[in-house]
């Protein structure tokens, strides 16, 4: 995993401004204060002009930093690393055991096994509703890489891959979660695009960040506490 | 229970809000003991920190005795502890590195985006503060969910009052980490900007590593005797043409280390200081950082420029030319409390370090949304407030004590700073 790539910065900008969005909606909502940090992102989220260069791409960053206007078959709409203090067979572990999956993936009902070796999804919808997907594993090489695909009876076609590779100087486990999903049809489809197309990136990288903290600190961090807005429990966490 | 709530600017409210609960297993909850008003609860108060939530419980400095435990909790039910502003996990990179203040788990999955947005990373946690810190409910409250309880909380023994160890949440180590980031040398002249709470401390923090001699800045006369009567020289930079004085109070080559304990809301009539106060109350930008534009000014060439002062975002006409051609170092950021807390509890238990004398005023939390006013408005007169929830009324501390006692010899504690790090 290389750093300080030069096409790095400027795509992280761009990949940023569509949370920039959300953001700031939710935070004029709020009480039109946090129009400061919107103006903020605005100006860091603002992209470059500068065009890609022509000919095979040279940079050692990894594909889903590459700027749109870099010519690329295969981009991935969600990715993500990050440095986890654990090591890697542990985390592989982990990830391999998929019924942990829905102590740190919050969209994520319910995971069975299905035929063959596949495992059935129940993810959490919009308006309480839920969809299925299933899944089966396409490639496991243990304490590396585990990488997925969907299957045709899910409401989702998805594929997916998280990859486990030592960081430099001990400092544990660099995890990749990288995913691609096709737009799907019908109404169930329109469903799980509210629910994925909107905010795959967010959600992976959220899924990513509460891994991390569970496999780091034993626990999913919350900020669940008491506040004056009747609607809150102290149990839950905070938006 | 009750609780000091965000509604708005200058607008904050005692409202009873659910109590607080054991949610994860390394959580402790605490009943409030006391708990201050810190300065940069006015950055909050004046409107000046983005994504604030009305409701918002605040309060960040706080210590109390704990009522409940969760399972992995090493904390047991009747503990004094005082808490750490900043809420680390004790296992992530950073944690190791004792950088607690940059923890990289304690900032929810949720708020942690906006920060990332904002920073470039996301920042760790913070009690009572605004939601790119975490959104955590504050200890201006009855009780409080302490996070990560095995890792932040200090235990307090028995024998010493709240008044004297209550600082160890923040302004303390602030004030300690401040004066480490100035990196003083013997013989060191170091400038002080803002004899608040976290000023006096760094005053107090820098005679004791060793600095031959502090000059205090400041325009209210009441904090000015404070940082006196810690030993420092004072300067009004009403009365002084202040460049010019720390210019000949050096011989021509300015501090060797200067120390910004003012952060984004800078006083002072200046053209520089009035546009960025229309532009700050315009979100046009967020800092009023005259303050710091005089101190870059007035380093020694080759010195260090410490920031513990709090900012939110960006600043205009920033004097990097002058940072750059002057081979300035600068040091900054929220304090790593966690590291500092069991060596400055010692300090204080050895009597080499006095939290005390900056108190001026008790009150009970119901009276915080006047203490709120007070501290914004009366500075000279309240140096320090301290609620406690269990109290009823006000009480002024005569003076702030200073006028009362005799006068502190602190240069003679300690001739040098003692190590600290672990």
């Known amino acids: 995993m290389a750093e300080a790539q030069p096409n790095q910065p400027e795509r992280i900008k761009e990949r940023d401004s569509s949370i920039d969005r959300a953001t700031a909606q939710k935070a004029l909502l709020a009480g039109g204060i946090a129009a400061a940090a919107a103006g903020a992102a605005f100006l860091l989220a603002r992209k470059s002009n500068a065009t890609a260069p022509d000919g095979p791409v040279i940079s050692d960053a990894p594909a889903w930093t590459l700027k749109k206007a870099t010519k690329q078959a295969d981009r991935p709409i969600a990715a993500k690393t990050l440095l986890i203090g654990r090591p890697r067979a542990e985390l592989y572990a982990v990830w391999k055991d998929y019924r942990r999956f829905p102590d740190f993936m919050e969209n994520v009902e319910g995971i069975e096994p299905a035929d063959e070796g596949a495992s059935r999804w129940t993810i959490k919808a919009p308006a309480g509703k839920t969809v299925t997907l299933v899944t089966r594993i396409r490639e496991d090489i243990p304490d590396r890489k585990i990488s997925w695909e969907s299957l045709p009876e899910s409401d989702i076609e998805t594929s997916g891959q998280v990859e486990f590779e030592d960081a430099p100087g001990g400092r544990g486990t660099f995890v990749s979660l990288v995913m691609s999903y096709a737009p799907p049809a019908g109404r169930a489809g329109q469903l799980v695009a509210k629910l994925f197309a909107r905010e795959p990136n967010i959600q992976a990288r959220h899924d990513l960040r509460r891994f991390k903290q569970l496999m780091e600190t034993g626990e999913v961090t919350t900020n669940a506490s008491p506040s004056a807005r009747p609607s809150e429990s102290p149990a839950q966490p905070r938006v | 229970m009750r609780a000091l709530t965000w509604h708005g600017r200058h607008d904050v409210r005692v409202d009873t809000v659910p109590d607080p609960e054991i949610v994860n297993p390394r959580d402790a909850i605490l009943k409030i003991t006391s708990t201050a008003i810190c300065g940069s609860d006015l950055h909050l108060y004046d409107g000046y920190i983005p994504t604030m939530r009305a409701g918002d419980v605040l309060g960040h400095e706080f210590m109390g005795e704990v009522v409940e435990t969760g399972a992995r909790s090493t904390l047991q039910k009747g503990q004094r502890v005082v808490v750490p502003f900043t809420i680390s996990c004790g296992n992530c990179f950073f944690c190791n590195k004792q950088q607690y203040s940059a923890c990289d788990n304690s900032n929810p999955a949720e708020t942690a985006d906006m920060s990332e947005l904002l920073m ?179 380093c020694r060439k080759g010195g260090r420029v410490s920031i513990p002062g709090v900012y939110g975002g960006f600043a205009d006409k920033f004097p990097l030319g002058q940072l750059m051609e002057k081979g300035l170092t600068i040091k900054s950021g929220q304090t790593h409390v966690q590291k500092y ?82």
């Not at chain 2, 209210?220 to 000949?248: F, H, S, W």
């Not at chain 2, 109070?249 to 060797?256: A, E, R, W």
């Not at chain 2, 009276?367 to 006000?394: F, S």
């Open chain 2, 120 to 298: 470039g990373h996301p920042m760790g946690a913070a009690f009572g503060y605004a939601h790119l810190t975490g959104g955590y409910a504050g200890g201006q409250a009855e009780y409080v969910r302490v996070p990560y309880s095995d890792v932040g909380p200090i235990v307090i023994p028995d024998g010493l009052p709240d008044d004297q160890v209550l600082f160890l949440s923040d302004i303390l180590p602030t004030g300690w980490m401040a004066a480490e980031n100035a990196g003083i040398e013997p013989g060191d002249t170091v400038a002080v900007w803002g004899c608040g709470p976290v000023g006096l401390f760094a005053i107090q923090s820098a005679l004791i590593m060793g600095a031959a001699r502090v000059i205090a800045i400041d325009e209210y006369p009441r904090r000015l005797q404070l940082a006196k009567e810690l030993g420092a020289e004072i300067i009004d930079y009403r009365e002084v043409n202040l460049l010019e004085a720390l210019t000949e109070m050096t011989g021509g080559i300015g501090p060797d280390a200067v120390i910004d304990c003012v952060g984004m809301e800078s006083h002072g009539l200046t053209v520089d200081n009035v546009v960025d106060t229309v532009k700050a109350h315009t979100f046009l930008g967020t800092e009023r950082p005259h303050a710091l534009r005089q101190m870059i000014i007035a």
């Open chain 2, 341 to 422: 807390t069991k060596p400055l509890l010692d300090l204080i238990q050895q009597g080499k370090i006095d939290t005390t004398f900056l108190i001026s005023h008790h009150a009970g939390l119901e009276l915080a949304p006047e203490m709120y006013r007070h501290w914004h408005d009366e500075q000279n007169t309240y140096t320090k407030i301290v609620l406690k929830p269990g109290m009823v009324g006000c009480e002024q501390i005569a003076g702030g004590r200073g006028e009362q006692q005799e006068p502190r010899e602190q240069r003679d504690l300690q001739p040098r700073a003692p190590e600290l790090v672990g």
